[in-house]
């Protein structure tokens, strides 16, 4: 059995084909993987049976519920195709895109994407290659855009368009983001992530095809996600910091800002938040991080994040499972500083007016005055769990649950312990189930208190009713054989 992480940030590592056997994805969570996220936008869904099998593999092993993250390519916008391969377009010239099929040149390419003549209009810029190329529109038509170059150098054959100032009228599920969704759910997914997320209604397809299935993440890479991040957020199950895409579509130095604020307005809306993007990005080459890396992440955490994401460090990198070990380290360094619970709570979440924020935000507030060593909580839905991680009380969290569901799903969820076991029928029954999990599982030893929180009558969702406290004596274990 895996021990419990000594930090309560989650880490999500991307695999990939340097981290695709079962022996490396094993590495990895040793090293301090959470979850672990699989990327649609690359290699194809045979693929992927693979990986999913060897997690669920590692999940038996080791005792531990484990999550995983199909991460849906979405719709991607991109000029055609070059004369040669690829074109030379110089600062303060006139460029056209169109609608001819034709290869391009350093006048001209194809855009094969009606729906922006008709959406973009003079002044509006398209950005070419992750914002490498910069155009600005000129005129617009049904057939054509003139742009001027604001900033040139070479382009090459479909590379990516981000139009940053439009919402762009296209579907947020492709045909290929169907058949992907539609493989994810076969294989049991636990989280299913939306890329390029524009608004509300982008969420519905996606959700109504889910079904409840899995956990729905919405992937904040788009300004005008930001513009209605509130609505979004009350449709899905958790979102990420998208900073790849988001950083080209805003300026550099309104990246952080726009990290703070979705990084709040999750925690205030309970559902798990990750920061993903080039957080460790030196590490795919090199052993050691870059200082302002390790920063970034140590500020992320600082921020309350749920968890980190690591992208190609993981899945392409020289050295994924330094990357893993490394994120882990921080995670730790950070939490173990004095001023780190000042921090997260820079951030308010006040409680609604419901019973169960209210004992929650009790339940917080006994373990400090009691020092408790941990909380546990029975859930069947995992909403107790996750108004308990709301609060970032300064304990671990075991979440018991008898739905290996709920248990994965948890894993993203800042400070929860999630466990996978047989349901109770009496409040007794659950107070000695509790003690007995928690020293099993060694967040506490005997002598400590433990904060336990639960709904009577079980099994009932949604009727977290009651707080209790408890004294842990070391027999408690003795001749018990739970799961």
């Given amino acids: 059995m895996l021990k419990p992480r000594a930090r ?7 695999l990939g084909p340097a981290s695709s056997t079962p022996e490396m994805i094993r590495a990895l969570m040793e090293a301090g993987a959470d979850a672990f996220r699989i990327n649609m936008s690359h290699g194809e869904q045979a693929d992927k049976v693979a990986l999913v099998a060897a997690i669920r593999e590692l999940e038996k092993s080791l005792h531990r519920p484990t999550t995983i993250v199909f991460d849906l390519q979405g719709p991607k916008l991109r000029v055609g195709r070059f004369k040669g391969g690829s074109a030379m377009l110089a600062t303060g010239d006139r460029f056209v895109l169109d609608n001819n099929g034709a290869k391009g040149d350093s006048s001209r390419v194809e855009l094969p994407h009606p729906e922006l003549f008709v959406t973009l209009k003079e002044g509006d810029r398209l950005l070419i290659d992750d914002g490498k190329i910069r155009l600005k ?52 997914a636990d989280y299913v992530a939306l890329s390029f997320v524009q608004r509300p209604q982008d969420v519905a397809e996606a959700r109504e095809l889910v079904a409840g299935k899995a956990g729905l993440l919405a992937k904040i890479e788009k300004p005008q996600a930001m513009e209605r991040l509130d609505e979004i957020l009350s449709l899905v199950d958790a979102v990420m910091v998208a900073r790849g895409d988001l950083g080209v579509e805003l300026p550099p130095e309104g990246v952080p800002p726009a990290q703070n604020r979705i990084v709040a307005a999750a925690r205030q809306a309970g559902k798990p938040v990750v920061v993903a993007t080039q957080m460790l990005e030196s590490m795919i080459v090199s052993p050691t991080p870059t200082r302002a890396e390790v920063s970034d992440v140590a500020n992320a955490i600082y921020e ?8 190609a460090e993981s899945a392409a990198g020289n050295y994924p499972v330094e990357a893993v070990q490394m994120m882990d380290k921080i995670g730790r360094s950070v939490e173990a500083d004095p001023v780190y619970s000042a921090r997260i709570h820079f951030t308010e979440t006040p409680a609604e007016a419901t019973t169960a924020d209210a004992l929650s935000e009790s339940a917080a507030q006994i373990v400090r005055i009691l020092s408790a060593s941990a909380m546990a909580c029975y859930t069947s839905s995992g909403s107790t769990a996750r108004r308990i991680a709301r609060e ?38 659950m107070v000695g189930k509790a003690k007995r999990m928690v020293l099993r599982h060694h967040l506490a030893g005997a002598g400590d208190r433990v904060v336990i929180m639960a709904g009577v009558p079980f099994k009932t969702s949604g009727s977290t009713n009651v707080i209790h406290v408890v ?13």
């Fill in 304 to 311: 309350g994040a749920d968890a980190v994401m690591l992208s």
């Fill in 8 to 14: 309560k940030v989650k880490i999500l590592a991307t």
């Fill in 392 to 429: 970032r009380a300064p304990v671990p969290t075991m979440a018991m649950t008898a739905s290996l569901a709920v248990a994965r799903r948890l894993g993203l969820q800042w400070g929860v312990h999630a466990v996978h076991s047989r349901d109770v029928s009496s409040f007794e029954e």
């Fill in 137 to 188: 529109a000129l005129s617009v038509t049904p057939e054509r855009i003139e742009a001027e170059v604001m900033v040139g150098g070479k382009v090459s054959d479909h590379k990516g368009v981000n139009v940053p100032d439009v919402v762009v009228p296209i579907p947020a599920l492709t045909e290929k983001d169907r058949s992907d969704l539609a493989f994810a759910l076969d294989q049991g």
């Fill in 471 to 483: 004294k842990l004596v070391g027999d408690e274990l003795d001749g018990h054989t739970d799961h």
